[in-house]
């Protein structure tokens, strides 16, 4: 997943070099909604994890 958001955020940096605003920020959108999927299921697993009493890794 984090490596997804890493693929748009780099897509939505080289649409805005090359001009292509719309799409720059339609990739920009993708990368924050899943680089913010991502954290909210790290923070889940994390107290799932803590919850059931296994040390974190």
Same mark, same amino acid.
């Given at each position: 997943?984090?490596?997804?958001?890493?693929?748009?955020?780099?897509? /939505?940096?080289?649409?805005?070099?090359?001009?292509?605003?719309?799409?720059?920020?339609?990739?920009?959108?993708? /990368?924050?909604?899943?680089?913010?999927?991502?954290?909210?299921?790290?923070?889940?697993? /994390?107290?799932?994890? /803590?919850?059931?009493?296994?040390?974190?890794?």
């Amino acid at each position: 997943m984090l490596g997804w958001a890493l693929v748009f955020f780099l897509l /939505a940096l080289l649409c805005g070099v090359l001009g292509f605003f719309a799409l720059a920020g339609l990739a920009g959108t993708i /990368a924050k909604i899943l680089l913010l999927v991502f954290l909210v299921m790290l923070v889940i697993n /994390a107290f799932s994890g /803590a919850l059931r009493g296994q040390p974190p890794v």
